[in-house]
């Protein structure tokens, strides 16, 4: 459900799955407004209903697509291609656009991942059951309704029980595996009280004196799937799950990836973007726009008592970021 955005403003679009009236869908989808304020916008042809204008309150057919212009409201342009990979009755997993968030932010108001898949469904009322970072791309899982989400949120581990993302990394890493087949990495990482970036997580020792937070333990199984010139292509399995996990741990083993303004160049383009834009040699220095880590695969037991309902779900999506460095030939 991916639509330019006009001129000037910013366009909300949704479907409308539910026997209700049109002004009451749009109070809904957009709740700022009262009646009155919705029946001024259809007087200045700001509703469309199916792409044509419509002034009056009329009833809608289940699957009518509406559309709201708000000329005074704008978004950060995000790619909102996202699309559903796999769904039972109760659970969604989607692949993430990289740079687009799953949740609101300062800038991105209606264009975030849970706003899309509301409005595009009849799963109104869906929740995030995980996160990804917004420059983070592939799957996430949603519940389709909020008793879904009470259920599986206190079984996310019963629920997920492998996690693997594939990582662009700059370097070639030669590790000494622990079973001829991965590396596993175990530190403790931890927000720090001197650091320049307030985000940022750090390998620090279990009783570190400087962290904000008391230190966790974060375990991630690496292994290098291909070697390319200067450059390889990491799978990344995480044991625990951890805030910025395979993106600190990569960086501390000296194989940061690629586009990670935190985790990259000590920090230097993160902190320069919160004064000004990055301009393109910045992105060249970085090897790309956002961050190459992709939440490649979920290992899913959908089943809630001693039957495994066991569900493998991959995304092969790659960002277009990714496309340059996938085609050299490897090693």
């Avoid at 509406?66 to 909102?80: F, K, R, W």
């Avoid at 029980?161 to 990394?169: M, N, S």
Wanted: with cysteine.
């Amino acid at each position: 459900m991916s639509k330019s955005a006009p001129d000037k403003g910013f366009e909300l679009c949704w479907v409308e799955y539910q026997a209700i009236n049109l002004r009451a869908s749009v109070r809904q989808a957009y709740h700022h407004w009262s009646e009155e304020q919705v029946a001024a916008a259809q007087a200045q042809g700001a509703v469309r209903v199916n792409g044509v204008v419509e002034y009056g309150d009329i009833a809608l057919r289940s699957g009518a697509d509406i559309s709201l212009l708000l000329p005074d409201h704008q978004e950060e342009a995000v790619d909102t291609g996202w699309k559903i990979l796999w769904q039972n009755q109760e659970l969604t997993a989607l692949h993430k656009p990289a740079r687009l968030p799953v949740s609101r932010t300062t800038r991105n108001l209606f264009n975030t991942l849970i706003s899309l898949f509301r409005r595009a469904t009849p799963h109104k009322d869906a929740h995030l059951l995980h996160r990804l970072d917004a420059e983070t791309s592939g799957i996430i899982v949603l519940a389709n309704y909020a008793h879904a989400d009470k259920k599986w949120k206190k079984k996310l581990e019963h629920l997920i029980e492998r996690k693997t993302y594939h990582a662009l990394v700059w370097g070639v890493p030669e590790w000494k595996v622990s079973d001829g087949q991965y590396y596993e990495c175990r530190t403790f990482l931890a927000e720090k009280s001197d650091s320049t970036i307030r985000s940022q997580m750090h390998v620090v020792t279990e009783n570190e004196p400087d962290a904000i937070k008391s230190p966790k333990l974060a375990v991630t199984r690496f292994r290098v799937l291909t070697r390319f010139n200067g450059y390889s292509l990491i799978e990344c399995e995480l044991l625990t799950g951890r805030k910025h996990q395979i993106r600190a741990q990569l960086a501390h083993l000296g194989y940061p990836i690629i586009g990670d303004k935190i985790y990259s160049h000590h920090g230097h383009f993160y902190l320069k973007r919160l004064q000004q834009d990055l301009n393109a040699d910045d992105y060249a220095q970085l090897g790309a726009e956002h961050h190459l880590l992709h939440a490649f695969e979920l290992q899913l037991n959908s089943a809630t008592g001693a039957q495994r309902d066991e569900v493998v779900i991959r995304d092969h999506d790659y960002p277009p970021a990714w496309q340059a460095y996938l085609c050299d030939t490897g090693s």
